[in-house]
Structures are given as structure tokens and as C-alpha cells.
């Protein structure tokens, strides 16, 4: 850990914060999870913050899972009493994704940062692609794949989503609708999916940061509890300012929006390796 003194860790808080503030409007304009947002912001606070480069990426992923833990329950809660959260589906999926996860977790914990920057910018990358040009509803019914196909991408989803640092919405949501998967119980399902990504993920980044010298102040593991407790409530503030702003604007601008967000950031995050 870097030894800091009272004015240095008050300004580390602050710009945490502020983060938070950042990531819930962005989350709340853009209708994304937090983590797509926090892992990029993280990372570039870190790179301001002179943080070691082998360790801020995966600082930067193991905290924004913490949060998706919180952020999700009361997601995942909110889509159960509506009755959007598809249980078959979560039943079939869900130990394929958990797999992901654990291997994800353990090819995370243990890859470069760089690596981790790399799948990052990359997905994010794909991402954006798929937003900036997604088909309009009146685009061909497609059938969801059955087994093994529907396993291994329940698999996909959980090993890129935990070294991603975000939750399961960013790629199954996509997913989902391409498939012509009814949009609100993908949201739905998607946040219950999660849940089961974000907590053997914080565990497994924890655990595969002890030890690890260079860590940013307040940190356990690869998880900065300055961070995790500074973002949660600032951006639950801020997401309804977002998302007023969002009812102002059009669903095409907003799917632009996102997706320039996403090309910017994987531009970005390119560049910091290269």
C-alpha cells in the first residue's frame, strides 16, 4: 500500500467521489450498468494518480465488481417484484456463467494488467459496434441456441464480464435481443446474471490481491474500499439526474451516445498500453 498523508488521502476520496458522481449519471443517461463506466473512469483516475501500471486495471475491475454487488441486489430486487427476471432461463444459464466467472477470475487475478486493459478496450469495443449499428425491431426472429451453444455462451458471458470489471447487462443484454429474447425480461434477467458474476469475482480479485505491493491507499486486495465506499452513494445521487436527462432525448441519440462513449474509451485505454 502507498503511504499518504491526511491531505493526500482526502483528495484521493474526493476525486472517488466524484467518480461516482460521473459514473451514476453516465449510468443513468446510458440505462448501463455501473461497471462499464467505473472501470474506464477508475482507470484513468489511477493513471493520474500515478498508480503503478501492473496493478490499476485490476484495481480498477475489482472494485467496480464490489459495487456491482450493492448496485445489483437492489437491481435484481427491483426486476423480481416485476416479475421480469426469467428463472428458467437463470437456472440453465447460471452455472455456466458462475464457470466463466471462476475462470475468468483466476485468468484475471493472475494476467498483467495490460491483458486486462487489452479485453477491456477490445469488448468495449464490439460493444459500441453493436450499438451504433443494432438492426431495428422489425430485424429477422432468431431462436435461442440450444445446448451446449447455450451454455458456452452463458460461459462467454461470465469469463469477459469478470475481467471487465461489469455486470452481466452489457453482454447479455445484446445477446438476448439478438436472439429476439423479450427486452425487459433480458434487462431483468441481466441483472439477477450480475449478482452471479460480481460476487465470486470481488472474492476472487481480493484474494488474488493480498500481498500485492504498489496497491493505491485503502486497499483490499485488488478491491479499494475508499472507492467502493465513495462511488455507491454518490452515483445512486446522481443516476436520476441521468436518467431525467435521458427522457429528454431520443432512443437513437442515446444509443449514439453510448456507443461513442464506449469507442472513445477503448480508443483511449489502446493508446495508455501502446
Given at each position: ?41 477508475l482507470f484513468f ?98 431462436e435461442m441456441p ?89 452515483s445512486m445521487l ?37
Amino acid at each position: 500500500m502507498l503511504d499518504v498523508g491526511l491531505t493526500e488521502a482526502l483528495t484521493l476520496i474526493g476525486i472517488l467521489v466524484v467518480t461516482g458522481a460521473i459514473a451514476g449519471i453516465i449510468s443513468g443517461l446510458l440505462g448501463v450498468g455501473g461497471g462499464i463506466v467505473i472501470v474506464p473512469v477508475l482507470f484513468f483516475v489511477f493513471i493520474g494518480l500515478d498508480i503503478e501500471e501492473e496493478v490499476r486495471m485490476h484495481v480498477a475491475v475489482g472494485t467496480s465488481l464490489a459495487t456491482i454487488i450493492f448496485t445489483g441486489f437492489m437491481s435484481a430486487r427491483s426486476h423480481w417484484k416485476k416479475g421480469s427476471v426469467d428463472t428458467d432461463l437463470l437456472k440453465r444459464w447460471g452455472p455456466a456463467v458462475a464457470f466463466g466467472v471462476i475462470v475468468g477470475t483466476v485468468i484475471g487475478g493472475n494476467v498483467s494488467g495490460e491483458v486486462l486493459t487489452i479485453v477491456f478496450a477490445v469488448v468495449a469495443a464490439l460493444v459500441a459496434i453493436n450499438m451504433a449499428f443494432k438492426p431495428s425491431e422489425a430485424s429477422q426472429k432468431r431462436e435461442m441456441p440450444k445446448s451446449p451453444l447455450k451454455e458456452l455462451l452463458g460461459t462467454i458471458i461470465g469469463l469477459f464480464s469478470v475481467m471487465m470489471g461489469i455486470g452481466g447487462g452489457t453482454l447479455s443484454v445484446p445477446i438476448l435481443s439478438f436472439f429476439a429474447y423479450p427486452i425487459r425480461k433480458a434487462v431483468g434477467t441481466a441483472s439477477a446474471i450480475g449478482l452471479i458474476i460480481a460476487i465470486p469475482g470481488t472474492i476472487g480479485y481480493i484474494w488474488f490481491g493480498l500481498g500485492v505491493e504498489d496497491l493505491p491507499p485503502f486497499s483490499l486486495g485488488y478491491v479499494n474500499l475508499a472507492g467502493l465506499i465513495a462511488i455507491i452513494p454518490a452515483s445512486m445521487l446522481t443516476a436520476p439526474l441521468g436518467a431525467r436527462i435521458a427522457h429528454s432525448i431520443s432512443p437513437a441519440a442515446l444509443r449514439y451516445c453510448f456507443a461513442a462513449f464506449l469507442a472513445l474509451t477503448s480508443i483511449r485505454m489502446i493508446t495508455s498500453v501502446l
